[in-house]
C-alpha cells in the first residue's frame, strides 16, 4: 500500500535522492505536472489508482510533507501510446516524444528491474501543486 500522511495518500515521485529531489523541485516550480507509474505497480501493492479530485501528499527523499497535489486527470494507456502533451506535462525536459520514452525505459529498467514494452500499460497522472 501507498504510505499515508494525516490519512492522505502519498506521492513518492522517483527513487529518493537526487531524482526525487530534482522532480520534487520541478514540481514546486510549476514545470511538472505530471507523472506516469506502471500500472503492475499499484496491482503488486494492491493499492487503488489515483483519481480525479483526490488530494495527495508529495513528500521528499526522507518521506515528509512538502505539499500537496490534487489530481486533475488519470488515464491508462500503453506506454507506446502516451501523448507527447502528456509527455511535456511532466516538464523533464525531453525533446520529443522518442527520447521520452527511451528515459522512461531506462527508470523503469533501472528503478524496478522491468523492461517496459509498447503494450505495457501505464498510469498517466495529472496534477495541480499547492504548498
Known amino acids: 500500500m501507498f504510505p499515508r500522511i494525516d490519512g492522505l495518500r502519498v506521492m513518492e515521485i522517483g527513487t529518493p535522492g537526487a531524482s526525487r529531489d530534482g522532480l520534487t523541485s520541478l514540481i514546486r516550480h510549476g514545470l511538472k505536472r505530471g507523472t506516469?507509474?506502471?500500472?503492475s505497480e499499484y496491482d503488486a501493492e494492491?493499492?487503488?489508482?489515483?483519481?480525479?479530485?483526490?488530494?495527495?501528499?508529495?513528500?521528499?527523499?526522507?518521506?515528509?510533507?512538502?505539499?500537496?497535489?490534487?489530481?486533475?486527470?488519470?488515464?491508462?494507456?500503453?506506454?507506446?501510446?502516451?501523448?507527447?502533451?502528456?509527455?511535456?506535462?511532466?516538464?523533464?525536459?525531453?525533446?520529443?516524444i522518442e527520447q521520452w520514452r527511451e528515459s522512461h525505459r531506462r527508470y523503469f529498467a533501472r528503478a524496478h528491474g522491468f523492461d517496459v514494452a509498447d503494450s505495457t500499460p501505464v498510469v498517466c497522472v495529472s496534477f495541480e501543486y499547492s504548498p
Open 46 to 96: 494492491g493499492e487503488e489508482l489515483e483519481h480525479v479530485g483526490e488530494r495527495m501528499v508529495l513528500v521528499d527523499s526522507s518521506g515528509r510533507g512538502i505539499g500537496y497535489l490534487t489530481i486533475t486527470a488519470v488515464v491508462v494507456t500503453t506506454f507506446g501510446a502516451v501523448t507527447w502533451e502528456f509527455a511535456q506535462s511532466e516538464g523533464e525536459g525531453d525533446a520529443d
Open 36 to 39: 506516469a507509474g506502471l500500472r
